[in-house]
């Protein structure tokens, strides 16, 4: 408790003290000579007590009582707005992990589109058009076959698979009938624009023609078609080519397949 707060509270625990100050000092004469010791004592703590309570009263705000509680703080009064909650993501980016499982659910989807119209074989056999194939449409004539027999399937011998002196287990079909559908999905997404915004049927037709006629380099017009998703033009560009009468009822269900895109 600070000097003043205590005089103050001298004053109000006694309240006589400021009347016997006023008397002391009007009263007593403040000649030396007339005034013994104790008078004068008096008199200047009177005098002292006097001065105390003025500056006191004159500077209320400098009087703080240590039992009176502190007011809230005028900061913590202001009412602060909430900050704005922000809206979720409506999308995010696809990560690496999507990707590869979109990429293999394309191959699986092309894999089980092709193989009907393929066929399995275990062992080599000439197709329609007096190619050497294997397993599901592997073309063993084809540059480069021996060297994906050789890295793909160890242990088999390519001129002996040729020869049709040796046969190939299911899985080992599987391995080259999935290298050669992503080969088709590689060709196909880099010939033809926009491939990835095709629809799936769409998209299925080209893969399944890039693996049987190996490019669709010269297919001009069905490239630009459906660059531009006129499935019509594409499916007319089918129809009038070699390929519908070289490969017969094949050809024929992807031309119905396009047309049906074509109608909605």
């Known amino acids: 408790m600070g000097f003043g707060t205590g005089i103050e509270a001298l004053v109000a625990w006694t309240p ?43 500077n209320p705000a400098a009087r703080v009582s240590p039992q009176a509680p502190l007011g809230p703080s005028p900061v913590a009064a202001l009412s602060v707005p909430a900050m704005p909650q922000l809206p979720p993501a409506v999308s995010e980016p696809m990560t690496s992990d999507a990707q590869s499982e979109q990429a293999v659910a394309l191959i699986d989807r092309a894999m089980d589109f092709i193989e009907p119209f393929e066929g399995r074989r275990r062992r080599a056999y000439d197709d329609s058009t007096g190619h050497r194939t294997v397993g599901v449409g592997f073309n063993l004539d084809r540059a480069g076959a021996a060297s994906d027999i050789n890295n793909l399937l160890t242990g088999v011998s390519y001129r002996a698979l040729l020869r049709g002196d040796r046969s190939l287990t299911d899985a080992q079909i599987d391995v080259l009938f999935r290298h050669d559908t992503q080969r088709a999905i590689d060709t196909a997404r880099r010939q033809v624009a926009g491939f990835d915004s095709l629809p799936m049927d769409a998209q299925l037709i080209v893969i399944d023609m890039t693996f049987n006629t190996g490019s669709l380099h010269k297919w001009r017009k069905l490239r630009a078609a459906l660059a531009r998703q006129d499935f019509t033009s594409a499916a007319d560009a089918m129809h009038r080519s070699h390929w519908r009468r070289q490969t017969g009822q094949r050809a024929q269900r992807l031309i119905e397949l396009m047309q049906g895109l074509a109608q909605g």
């Open 16 to 58: 006589s003290v400021r009347e016997l100050t006023m008397d002391a000092v009007l009263r007593v004469p403040l000649s030396p000579a007339t005034t013994r010791r104790s008078d004068r004592r008096l008199i200047a703590v009177a005098v002292l007590l006097v001065g105390l309570m003025l500056v006191c009263q004159r």
